[in-house]
T-cell receptor
Framework: DAGVTQSPTHLIKTRGQQVTLRCSPK?????VSWYQQALGQGPQFIFQ???????QRGNFPDRFSGHQFPNYSSELNVNALLLGDSALYLC?????????????FGDGTRLSIL | GESVGLHLPTLSVQEGDNSIINCAYS??????FIWYKQESGKGPQFIID?????DKRQGQRVTVLLNKTVKHLSLQIAATQPGDSAVYFC?????????????FGRGTSLIVHP
């Protein structure tokens, strides 16, 4: 039973470029959340997708957008990259948006902006 | 415990000792609390959770205590092993719109010396 898988594992971009990160949720899960984790910090919530729609959003600018596909996989897009976007981007999946459903995390995509 | 300054709080213990990691949460309306373990190069891994109507929950070698009066959460690890070395995050879940979105603390680094 595959867990949450993310691709790519590492990525290097330059300022102003655009990037797309991908996530496949754990089998049986239908909800995907994305987080940004800066070095030495806890994960910060970006947004959550359920039923192919963005249901909740954290305090991130519109440069951050996403998509969920019918098979529940998801993409995170970041436009006009800034140096401060360098971080580990984590995807987490769960079964629906209920309270007591722990999220399962992937190992993340390490994004470096030069 | 919760972070101050730029450096991650660190707890160093000897193998076989019991470890206690503390966390102060911010929202008295939070309904659900989770502890995650994050090893280097990996995503956060679920350890144990507790609902706000409980004050203690035990798992295998781990116990979570919740004190809602002072908004304090702790994770106790019995007979700590070198494999327990990691960064530990507490997260609180609060209902936001139709979803329960977790808010993570900065984390505590646990170092277990053999």
């Amino acid at each position: 039973d595959a867990g949450v898988t993310q691709s790519p594992t590492h990525l290097i971009k330059t300022r102003g470029q655009q990037v797309t990160l991908r996530c496949s949720p754990k089998s049986g899960h239908d909800t995907v959340s994305w987080y940004q984790q800066a070095l030495g910090q806890g994960p910060q919530f970006i947004f959550q997708y359920y039923e192919e729609e963005e249901r909740q959003r954290g305090n991130f600018p519109d440069r951050f957008s996403g998509h969920q596909f019918p098979n529940y996989s998801s993409e995170l897009n970041v436009n006009a990259l800034l140096l401060g976007d360098s971080a580990l981007y984590l995807c987490a999946s769960s079964l629906n948006r209920a309270l007591n459903q722990p999220q399962h995390f992937g190992d993340g995509t390490r994004l470096s902006i030069l | 415990g919760e972070s101050v300054g730029l450096h991650l709080p660190t707890l160093s213990v000897q193998e076989g000792d019991n470890s206690i990691i503390n966390c102060a949460y911010s929202n008295s309306a939070s309904d659900y609390f989770i502890w995650y373990k994050q090893e280097s190069g990996k995503g956060p891994q679920f350890i144990i959770d507790i609902r706000s109507n409980m004050d203690k929950r035990q798992g295998q070698r781990v116990t979570v205590l919740l004190n809602k009066t002072v908004k304090h959460l702790s994770l106790q690890i019995a007979a700590t092993q070198p494999g327990d070395s990691a960064v530990y995050f507490c997260a609180e879940k609060t209902r936001t719109g139709g979803s329960y979105i977790p808010t993570f603390g900065r984390g505590t680094s646990l170092i277990v010396h053999p």
